[in-house]
């Protein structure tokens, strides 16, 4: 007889995207079984190197984005970006972003006055991804099965029967709940059994990527330090990332000319991004050729099943935003699973999903693309007397690295990627008419129109109005005189959560223009009024998916 576990939903890898999509969850008293095939603990390669500031967000209310700052590099370790001839050659320019212990404090930087508690912090996924890990097991309401290999589902008008097998005994489990969501990568084999499929661009940029330690390396460095280094020479173009502030690096060699890996000699490419000659010892610790693509599935959801992150959309990794824009369709789908399973939620809820978070990673996808393809014809470009000395030398490197910086320093500091998105055709919004302000991959606007994030402020030292906000749905008041006892009468009768945050004016100051706003628990504008809406009882329809209520019929 088989071994049969039963859940609420199914979660199918416990990458960062599948941890925090079940705390998510887990959080709202949801039971979630994580199925994954690796041993516990056992590191990610070293994948994602940025974790963005909505990410951020998200991690400090699940009580976790602490520990992530003090994760990776060391804290006094500077975040720069800087654009070189080569590790060893002539500097060309530098993006400052402050280290660890220096956000907050220097704010001058390009991503130094975005509103938030959270600003982004630089550090690599095999850091970011066990403390996440842990975090998840210690969750009440969160199983992790690791060593166990999803085979197939089955699914009717009822739940969802997962087949795994037991990796160490070869066993057969089933998994039963309400729902299933894969979360297990670009091959996603979720992804394949719902029928969806990838459309875009197949091939952006071919990628030799390469872990090394090299203890010598900063003893030959005439650069400062920093946290990334985009090397450019006449010879090759490449990124390299340090990994632990110290001796441990990532080296990106992007092919530009050639159309196969085996025309590159990895090792003659290395040193020439780095700028040392063949004496120069460093040890490979891994090795991976991979292929940059813009790639966004033609579904994210078949009934009960749902796709998120890399199994939903891939792209290069341009802007720092794969992982983290995973970490958003998670946030986005987890309130609405969870306020089915606990009773309050309509089915019809689910609908939102796709309808919100397709066209947004449709976006963020040719963003990074967009970058990519600039990055690329700037190489295609470059001087020939970039290396050379004397004034003519330096004249085209302060040309170039202009260049560089004016090119790139949107996508190292994407504020409008961040802030500045909205959902601007989803069921479960009460738009009234006002257009979200426009926003590019750099700049962005606060704003309460509905679909936009919700703007951050401070209530207090330390403390955002984000951390007074619930788990569900909150309305913010920032007129005490404004009754809203109806609207909360309402939602208490239809069971649906609404906490009730009050803020002086002067407080809210120019971000908050009507007395009352609705946020929803992915930090995105419901609603706002200047009093309560005359038919409660509607507007609590819509939070609850219950019906696509026209406008006239709240106000």
Not at 124 to 145: D, G, K, S, W
Not at 310 to 339: F, Q, R, V
Not at 379 to 393: D, F, K, N, Q, V
Not at 536 to 545: E, K, N, Q, R, T
Request: glycine share 8%.
């Amino acid at each position: 007889m088989k071994k049969r576990i039963e859940t609420d939903v199914i979660v199918i890898g416990s990458g960062p995207v599948g941890l925090v999509l079940a705390m998510e969850m887990a959080v709202r008293g949801v039971d979630v079984a994580v199925i994954e095939t690796r041993t516990v603990g056992e590191p990610p390669s070293p994948k994602c190197n940025h974790v963005s500031a909505r990410t951020m967000e998200y991690l400090r209310r699940l009580g976790v984005a602490d520990r992530i700052r003090n994760a990776g590099m060391p804290r006094d370790y500077p975040h720069d970006v800087v654009f070189c001839t080569a590790m060893t050659g002539y500097e060309l320019s530098r993006i400052d972003i402050p280290s660890a212990n220096r956000r907050g404090v220097d704010v001058d930087g390009p991503d130094g006055w975005w509103p938030t508690a959270e600003p982004p912090h630089r550090a690599n996924q095999m850091y970011v991804e066990p403390i996440l890990c842990e975090h998840a097991i210690r969750t009440p309401n969160v199983r992790i099965f690791n060593r166990t290999s999803y085979q197939s589902h089955f699914q009717n008008e009822c739940g969802v029967e997962v087949l795994a097998e037991d990796l160490i005994t070869g066993e057969e489990i089933a998994f039963s709940g309400r729902y299933l969501v894969g979360c297990d990568g670009g091959r996603s084999a979720v992804r394949k059994a719902i029928g969806s499929k990838f459309a875009g661009v197949d091939v952006v940029q071919r990628v030799q990527s390469t872990q090394i330690s090299a203890p010598g390396l900063r003893d030959l460095m005439s650069l400062d330090p920093a946290w990334m280094y985009i090397s450019t020479n006449p010879r090759r173009f490449g990124t390299v990332l340090s990994i632990d502030g110290k001796d441990r690096w990532l080296i990106h060699n992007y092919l530009y000319r050639e159309k196969d890996f085996d025309e590159i000699d990895r090792d003659w490419a290395i040193r020439a991004i780095l700028g040392l000659d063949e004496n120069f010892e460093f040890e490979i610790i891994s090795n991976e050729d991979w292929v940059g693509r813009r790639l966004v599935a033609d579904r994210f959801r078949d009934r009960r099943v749902f796709i998120c992150g890399d199994a939903s959309h891939l792209w290069i990794p341009m802007a720092g935003y794969g992982m983290n824009a995973g970490i958003a369709d998670a946030t986005n789908l987890s309130w609405m699973l969870s306020a089915v399973i606990n009773g309050w939620g309509d089915s019809d809820l689910l609908d939102a999903y796709e309808l919100e978070r397709q066209p947004i990673t449709e976006q963020v996808s040719r963003y990074a693309m967009d970058i990519a393809t600039r990055s690329f014809d700037q190489r295609g470009h470059l001087p020939g007397a970039i290396e050379e000395p004397g004034p003519e030398g330096e004249a085209v490197r302060r040309e170039v690295g202009r260049s560089l910086y004016d090119v790139n320093v949107p996508q190292f500091c994407c504020g409008g990627l961040n802030f500045g998105y909205f959902y601007d055709n989803s069921p479960i919004l009460a738009y009234d008419g006002e257009k979200p302000p426009t926003y590019n991959m750099y700049d962005f606007e606060q704003s309460t129109v509905p679909g936009c994030r919700a703007p951050h402020v401070w209530v207090s030292e330390g403390e955002s109005l984000y951390d007074r906000l619930g788990l569900d749905y909150s309305l913010v008041r920032t007129a005490p005189d404004v009754d809203v006892a109806r609207l909360l009468a309402a939602a208490k009768a239809a069971g649906m959560p609404l906490k009730l945050v009050d803020i002086d004016r002067k407080t809210a100051g120019d971000s908050y223009t009507y007395p009352l706003t609705i946020i929803r628990p992915d930090l995105h504008v419901f609603w706002r009024g200047q009093t309560a809406p005359a038919n409660p009882s509607a507007l609590v329809d819509l939070m609850c998916g219950r019906q696509r209520v026209h406008q006239s019929k709240i106000a």
